[in-house]
């Protein structure tokens, strides 16, 4: 069984920075896909970023360049590192873990930009 837990989210001003960091129990994390997925109120969740075993990346047109997803596969760890932040960027982001065609889901962080 996989846990995951988010942490890192809060309130910022229009601009400024966060770093989320996902840690996951468990085994073969190394092997795993991972993701940040975020979802606004009133509207579906989408992927912002994802990373695979073999560190390939890929992000959602609307935070390329200003956000960044990392591994650590020594402390079972991803990182979503997110700058420039804006007031449409505010939601839950949820860390994702896919191994073996399973998905693995955090119970979420709230991030709120001011404007």
């Known amino acids: 069984q996989v846990q995951l837990v988010e942490s890192g989210g809060g309130l910022v001003q229009a601009g400024g920075s966060l770093r989320l960091s996902c840690a996951a129990s468990g085994s073969l994390f190394s092997i795993a896909t991972l993701g940040w997925y975020r979802q606004a109120p009133g509207k579906q969740r989408e992927l912002v970023a994802a990373i695979t075993a073999g560190y390939t990346t890929n992000y959602a047109d609307s935070v390329k360049g200003r956000f960044t997803i990392s591994r650590d596969n020594a402390k079972n760890t991803v990182y979503l590192q997110v700058n420039s932040l804006k007031p449409e960027d505010t939601a839950v982001y949820y860390c994702?873990?896919?191994?073996?065609?399973?998905?693995?889901w955090g119970k979420g962080t709230l991030v709120t930009v001011s404007s």
């Open positions: 994702n873990l896919r191994r073996f065609g399973v998905d693995y």
